[in-house]
């Protein structure tokens, strides 16, 4: 390999790296022998003069080298796993994941934190007392063998140069490119093991991709790359103006998402979504013969309990407390984190509702302490946002919005304040908007 200043100019230049050089020089780093200076020189070179398709096939061959990966010996289940590129309300992991495992597919996903203004499941997971999510391999191959179902999260053994890489990226505005942001989440999703993988790809007003074209590039990138691995993908791009469900906030969420898995909550935005995810993978894992068939099953394990079952198993197995989440099934969440301060937002005019626009209520949502404005902040389970009506929904002047949950009332302040302008009332039924705009395959 030539010397790093030497393979820093070639990309500052525009040319194509061998992807032996692109090996050589993840592997120098890992090692300590290229320091984060250089390395971040190197990003902002991938950032303006881009990858090729080869190029990030190799990157996230490096990336994956970096560590080891599950194996799955002697499990006899399809292997699959989703994954979203964030949104605001997003709970369908919780959902979606133990319906697969209910349906005998093995879903050993590794999931993430809150990023920006968007949330993570790993924080949702670990709103329940108790609930362990650093799990070794081992841990995660033994939890996918006896369950079909695990939650970790990304650990020094997986993939450890895209989280030192990643570090750096978040600091330094290299995050939104495709080459980059391709390899990051790829590589952590062939660590899996997994034989296929649905992409949810947002675009929107509450997504990291805000249009079509964005999104479906990213799309595209993803399904592409991920093929060049064995993997069988597909994407779906997908509306993410509005929040998804009632909730936002880890406890709240979570929450939501076990009503759901109990019967008890029939939100058409989430079971929309959550179905069409499942169905998809189904077909690309070839478990089903049709759509129709998948969402048959889906509906089932939800309607005998066995997908609620196949949660309570896996997160009691993860150490959570057996007590907060039967209360969880009975809607009594507040009895294990309540918040100290709360505050119902009314609608100033009469109409039809249009919209909750997403990025507002994904920051008004840190702001009330439910994610991080730096690194090192605590997370309160408790704080988020609870909506009481639904778009399209006719409202009328002094009908609760929704409320606001957090630790102080000056917490309640800066929220209500960044929420001003964040609600959309007009004076015709808006028609109603598909959540799936387009699957890329």
Request: with cysteine; glycine share 8%; proline share 3%.
């Amino acid at each position: 390999m030539h010397s790093p200043y030497e393979f820093i100019a070639h990309k500052q230049s525009g040319k194509e790296h061998p992807p032996k050089e692109i090996q050589t020089f993840i592997e120098r780093f890992i090692n300590h022998r290229i320091p984060d200076y250089q390395m971040t020189a190197w990003l902002m070179a991938v950032y303006f003069q881009g990858m090729t398709f080869s190029e990030t096939e190799a990157l996230t061959s490096a990336f994956i080298n970096s560590g080891r990966q599950l194996t799955h010996n002697g499990l006899k289940l399809p292997i699959g796993d989703k994954h979203s590129t964030g949104g605001v309300g997003d709970k369908i992991t919780l959902i979606l994941a133990p319906i697969l495992a209910a349906c005998g597919i093995a879903v050993p996903t590794i999931t993430g934190r809150g990023l920006g203004f968007t949330g993570g499941t790993l924080d949702k997971l670990e709103s329940l007392p108790g609930m362990r999510v650093n799990l070794s391999l081992e841990e995660i191959e033994a939890t996918t063998a006896e369950f079909g179902l695990a939650f970790g999260a990304q650990t020094n053994e997986i993939v450890p140069a895209d989280q030192r890489i990643y570090a750096l990226r978040d600091v330094t505005a290299t995050v939104r490119s495709l080459p980059l942001i391709t390899s990051s989440i790829l590589s952590k999703k062939v660590a899996e093991g997994i034989q296929a993988i649905v992409f949810d790809v947002k675009c929107g007003h509450g997504a990291f991709m805000s249009s079509y074209n964005e999104a479906h590039e990213l799309a595209k990138w993803l399904v592409h790359v991920g093929q060049l691995f064995g993997l069988n993908t597909s994407a779906l791009i997908t509306k993410m103006d509005t929040p998804l469900g009632r909730t936002v906030g880890n406890w709240l969420e979570l929450e939501e998402s076990v009503q759901i898995l109990a019967g008890n909550q029939d939100l058409r935005d989430i079971l929309d979504l959550t179905f069409a995810l499942g169905a998809t993978l189904m077909k690309q894992l070839q478990f089903v013969e049709s759509r129709a068939e998948a969402y048959t099953r889906m509906k089932d394990v939800i309607r005998n309990g066995l997908a609620l079952e196949k949660l309570e198993a896996v997160m009691m197995h993860q150490s959570g407390d057996l007590n907060s989440f039967k209360l969880l099934t009975r809607g009594k969440g507040d009895e294990v984190h309540r918040a100290r301060a709360s505050r119902t937002v009314e609608a100033t005019i009469s109409g039809y509702l249009n919209n909750f626009w997403a990025r507002d209520f994904g920051f008004a949502a840190i702001l009330l302490g439910a994610g991080r404005q730096r690194s090192d902040d605590i997370i309160n389970p408790a704080a988020g946002i609870r909506f009481h009506c639904d778009v399209e929904d006719q409202i009328n002047a002094g009908d609760p919005l929704f409320t606001l949950y957090a630790d102080t009332n000056s917490q309640l302040d800066d929220a209500e304040e960044r929420l001003k302008k964040s609600v959309e009332i007009v004076e015709e039924k808006p028609e109603r908007v598909n959540l799936i705009i387009d699957e890329v395959s």
